[in-house]
T-cell receptor
Framework: DTAVSQTPKYLVTQMGNDKSIKCEQNLGHDTMYWYKQDSKKFLKIMFSYNNKELIINETVPNRFSPKSPDKAHLNLHINSLELGDSAVYFC???????????FGSGTQLSVL | SQQGEEDPQALSIQEGENATMNCSYKTSINNLQWYRQNSGRGLVHLILIRSNEREKHSGRLRVTLDTSKKSSSLLITASRAADTASYFCATDGAPNRGSTLGRLYFGRGTQLTVWP
């Protein structure tokens, strides 16, 4: 069983569209994250949720809206997609003390 | 910025050789972690070393931490072709600021290629 799973794996879309990426973890963790990896492999945190509550928002544009229906799910909705949003988006979760992260396999978003 | 910085950016070696990657960071930390990322996959946690530790081993991995120099190194001994991946260090920011809420700061990684 995949511990952290996110869908879709690939997402190709036009500028201006709205898209969502879903993430689920079956590890029983309380904390989940969204990270963005750019073309130079730089990985940066976007959001963190603990038990369905937002605890980290790293100066991400309002076009990005995370939503956590329960502590096992953290989805990412992106409005009015821009070329610069093209990147790989990773979902992750963390257990006790929020130290070691478990990552999903990533969603490659390409905005044309 | 607070992210770690790995060095070298790319490393190419033969199977059986040792691979050493370095990481420098800028702020005080509670711990430092190393992750591996295979092409097209997510990051996988390798090892965590706490600020009061100087060295840690896990199988063929050896990690050192020098908090006075704000640097860490990852040594992979007797490398294999399957070790080909990007390796990232991640720090958790400044402990004096209280809980870091699990926020990790990553560098851009070292791309390791191990040739058979």
């Amino acid at each position: 069983d995949t511990a952290v799973s996110q869908t879709p794996k690939y997402l190709v879309t036009q500028m201006g569209n709205d898209k969502s990426i879903k993430c689920e973890q079956n590890l029983g963790h309380d904390t989940m994250y969204w990270y963005k990896q750019d073309s130079k492999k730089f990985l940066k945190i976007m959001f963190s949720y603990n038990n369905k509550e937002l605890i980290i928002n790293e100066t991400v544009p309002n076009r990005f809206s995370p939503k956590s229906p329960d502590k096992a799910h953290l989805n990412l909705h992106i409005n009015s997609l821009e070329l610069g949003d093209s990147a790989v988006y990773f979902c992750a979760s963390a257990g006790t003390f929020n130290e070691k992260l478990f990552f999903g396999s990533g969603t490659q978003l390409s905005v044309l | 910025s607070q992210q770690g910085e790995e060095d070298p950016q790319a490393l190419s070696i033969q199977e059986g050789e040792n691979a050493t990657m370095n990481c420098s960071y800028k702020t005080s930390i509670n711990n430092l972690q190393w992750y591996r990322q295979n092409s097209g996959r997510g990051l996988v946690h390798l090892i965590l070393i706490r600020s009061n530790e100087r060295e840690k081993h896990s199988g063929r991995l050896r990690v050192t931490l020098d908090t006075s120099k704000k640097s860490s190194s990852l040594l992979i001994t007797a490398s294999r072709a399957a070790d080909t991946a990007s390796y990232f260090c991640a720090t958790d920011g400044a402990p004096n600021r209280g809980s870091t809420l699990g926020r990790l700061y990553f560098g851009r990684g070292t791309q390791l290629t191990v040739w058979p």
